[in-house]
């Protein structure tokens, strides 16, 4: 219960009344105000109900609709709140009677939203109550789900850009034969028939079938490094963004997705299974970064000498010195699986080189950047003579260069 300030001004009008009135006059006045003040009050407590509607999964980053509406049968103002806590941001966080919002999450993992609050002002303005209400509502922050669905759908119709000039056929070209069609602009020129082309007197392509039945297998490093932050999101968040995406394309293809979460222990584990993409996304939506050295070997030797595999070790390759474990642990992979290091640059670090100094420091920043640069051109060389592809990508574009690389192998039926 607290007045409002129309409750002040009353007061304020009766302490002025006693310097122009007699005292019990005063009295009286002041009295009918705290009544008065009570009473709408205790008719602001009675009869509020509030109730919220908020999906309980969410996607980091992606806006998801929060409503939340209070109910009374007595007159009065109303207005509600939702208090919002450090990692999920509420716009607008309060509305007259309604709140219709719009709620972000910023960091994938569990968080609750607190109680929603209300303050109903009574029918005369003169009190008001506070409420809480609708409870404590735990949120799941999944990776962006979505992005990874529409890179699937698009793999799916054909219209997912494996190269920067053009498109594929539908879903990259396999083994296995499937049919003859005609030929179409944007076919690989090894898909012509030429005996059907002769034959008919018109283009003709062979239409393969992606080959299907394969394990995919995404090393996911959680390890110090990947802490470090790139704009909106850590490195953790964007390899977490690219195993989520690939775990969808794979259920599109019909292969086989698992996932081994790893820094210098196997922290999560999930075998290759098919349709396996949101059991992946459960495995490792809340996985956070810990203040330690990644043990390359332990991940890889996980994978063993089980059925041949895509192996996509999700790490930060930040120099020749950190990488130097991965280096010696690819080769002896790499005898059985193919194996794709992926891994997220530092766009301001490419920018501090691209972008022309405007003064000194820009001269040094660009200095240092080259050098990290230099540093890890090294270490991506040494992880191709040992075996391995390399994917780098800004990390928005990590999960899209990923799925690219997935869709080359398997056209070069290397799964």
């Known amino acids: 219960m607290s007045p409002t300030p129309r409750t002040a001004i009353a007061l304020g009008a009766a302490a002025a009344l006693a310097l122009v009135v007699p005292a019990w006059v005063a009295i009286l006045a002041t009295t009918a105000v705290v009544v008065a003040f009570g009473v709408d009050a205790l008719l602001?407590?009675?009869?509020?109900?509030?109730?919220?509607?908020?999906?309980?999964?969410?996607?980091?980053?992606?806006?998801?609709?929060?409503?939340?509406?209070?109910?009374t049968g007595a007159r009065g103002r109303v207005r509600v709140r939702q208090p919002a806590v450090p990692d999920v941001r509420v716009e607008p966080p309060d509305g007259e009677r309604r709140l219709d919002a719009r709620v972000t999450a910023l960091r994938r993992g569990r968080h609750a939203l607190p109680d929603v609050a209300a303050r109903r002002d009574g029918p005369l303005g003169l009190g008001s109550w506070s409420f809480v209400g609708a409870g404590r509502a735990e949120v799941l922050v999944y990776p962006d789900v979505p992005a990874a669905r529409r890179l699937a759908a698009a793999v799916r119709r054909g219209r997912f850009r494996d190269?920067?000039?053009?498109?594929?056929?539908?879903?990259?070209?396999?083994?296995?034969?499937?049919?003859?069609?005609?030929?179409?602009?944007?076919?690989d020129v090894r898909q012509i028939n030429w005996r059907a082309t002769s034959r008919l007197g018109r283009p003709m392509s062979n239409q393969y079938r992606v080959e299907q039945d394969r394990d995919v297998v995404c090393l996911l490093d959680a390890g110090r490094l990947m802490a470090s932050p790139l704009g909106d999101r850590t490195?953790?968040?964007?390899?977490?963004?690219?195993?989520?995406?690939?775990?969808?394309?794979?259920?599109?293809?019909?292969?086989r997705i698992g996932v081994v979460a790893f820094d210098s222990e196997i922290r999560r584990r999930l075998a290759p299974r098919r349709r396996g993409a949101d059991a992946v996304v459960q495995a490792i939506f809340d996985?956070?970064?810990?203040?330690?050295?990644?043990?390359?070997?332990?991940?890889?030797?996980?994978?063993?000498?089980s059925k041949r595999a895509l192996v996509l070790v999700l790490?930060?390759?930040?120099?020749?010195?950190?990488?130097?474990?991965?280096?010696?642990?690819?080769?002896?992979?790499?005898?059985h699986h193919a194996v794709v290091v992926a891994s997220s640059y530092d766009p301001d670090v490419t920018g501090a080189v691209a972008r022309a100094p405007e003064q000194p420091r820009d001269v040094y920043a660009a200095a240092v950047a080259l050098d990290v640069l230099d540093a890890r051109a090294r270490a991506v060389a040494a992880l191709r003579r040992a075996g391995a592809d390399v994917v780098e990508a800004p990390p928005a574009l990590l999960g899209e260069a990923c799925v690219r690389a997935y869709l080359r192998l398997k056209r070069r039926a290397r799964l």
Not at 163 to 187: A, K, V
Not at 240 to 246: E, H, K, S
Not at 318 to 328: F, K, Q
């Open 163 to 187: 190269s920067g000039r053009h498109r594929r056929g539908p879903l990259g070209l396999g083994t296995e034969f499937e049919s003859i069609r005609d030929y179409q602009p944007d076919d």
């Open 287 to 305: 996985l956070e970064p810990r203040a330690l050295d990644s043990d390359y070997d332990l991940a890889l030797r996980t994978v063993g000498r």
């Open 44 to 71: 602001a407590r009675r009869g509020l109900r509030l109730r919220r509607a908020l999906p309980s999964v969410l996607a980091r980053g992606v806006a998801s609709r929060l409503v939340v509406e209070a109910t």
């Open 315 to 335: 790490t930060d390759v930040l120099d020749e010195a950190a990488a130097r474990t991965l280096v010696a642990s690819v080769p002896v992979v790499a005898r």
């Open 235 to 255: 490195r953790l968040d964007a390899a977490v963004d690219a195993a989520a995406a690939i775990a969808h394309v794979a259920d599109e293809l019909g292969d």
